[in-house]
């Protein structure tokens, strides 16, 4: 509990009154500062050169401290000047796809907004499934290796990638031949194709609900839903069949951008308990189980089935949709409550209440 330690001697330093949120300038970096500000926070943005203008010409950054690759926030400097701004800093997916777990546990001294001891069962696919298993919800079929494939599969790579070099099989022989195909594309190298996840594809539209798991309120809120825009998967409809046999499309999945959903209020009850469930066994695995945003990646079928392929417990770029205005916060709390917000609002009421152990790890 190394890390534990030099969280609570940071925090001992701190200026409670006075806390800034800072993250990496991407992702979903405007929706954590705009939240931020609304309630009443200074900003911080830790932000590469390139990316300056995203952040000047949306005035939600307080100071920018700029770096030339986002591993930089590991530097001592960095996290200096961090500390000395009282930061509390809001994780989010480019935490994951550039910083390891064992930099974020053991490297960055920082006060998190979250329970770091998650990051672990997130980032192993397989942690994840025993996660998402346990708490009741319905995965697709995994198969172990390429010769056990006897349907369509969409085979995955390690990490957070935004679902970069995914593609389709439907049998070992389609299998090498893709992975091959990806390789000489770039869109793989050799390492990624020996370590690739082969899980059944779900045919179903694609829905993402969020949650803010709220540790001052003891209480799972349902905060929205998106779906993704990915590329070429989406792009393929527009091009008729018979063209897509001439030259040979395979569909990729690189996410470009997310579209809001609501979803047929009867499959909402579900989608309730499913999160409930997903904090539930969080609890068990590493209390105090999730703080703040999760999601889960779900397919629904014809059925009304509902599977789940994926749990991020941190902001996803999906409660971008919801910046401003979201439907479902809306039913609980009146206008303009979305995700980074509620961060804001959870970490407020926790300095308010002097329970901020409870949610900075
Ligand atoms: P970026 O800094 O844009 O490369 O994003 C960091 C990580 O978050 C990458 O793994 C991205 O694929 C993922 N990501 C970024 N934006 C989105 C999005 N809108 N939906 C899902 N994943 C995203
Ligand atoms: P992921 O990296 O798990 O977020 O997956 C990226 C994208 O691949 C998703 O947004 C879906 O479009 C698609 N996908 C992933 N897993 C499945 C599955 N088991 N069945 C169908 N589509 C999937």
Redesign the pocket.
Known sequence: MVRAKAIQRALSGYDLKNLSIGT?G???ALNIFKGAKEEGFRTVCVCKKGDRILYERFPLADEIIQVES?TEILDDDVQEKLRERNTVLVP???F???LSVEQMVNSLNVPTFGNCELLSWEASREKQNEWLLRAGLKLPKVFEKPEDIDRLVIAKLP??????GYFLADSQKSFHRKAREMVSRGLIDERDASQIHLQEYVLGVNAYPHYFSSIMNSEVEFFGVDK?YETTVDAIGRIPASEQLEIGLSSTY?????IPITLRESILPEMIRMGDNVMKTSREIAPPGIVGPFCLETAITDNMEIYTFEISARI???T?VGIGTSPYPYLKYGENMYMGRRIALEIREAVRQGRTKEILT
């Open positions: 990496l991407s992702h979903s986002f989010h997916g480019s994951t796809a550039y990490g957070a990638r935004g679902g970069k993704r690189t996410v470009i951008g997310n996803v770029a999906g971008n």
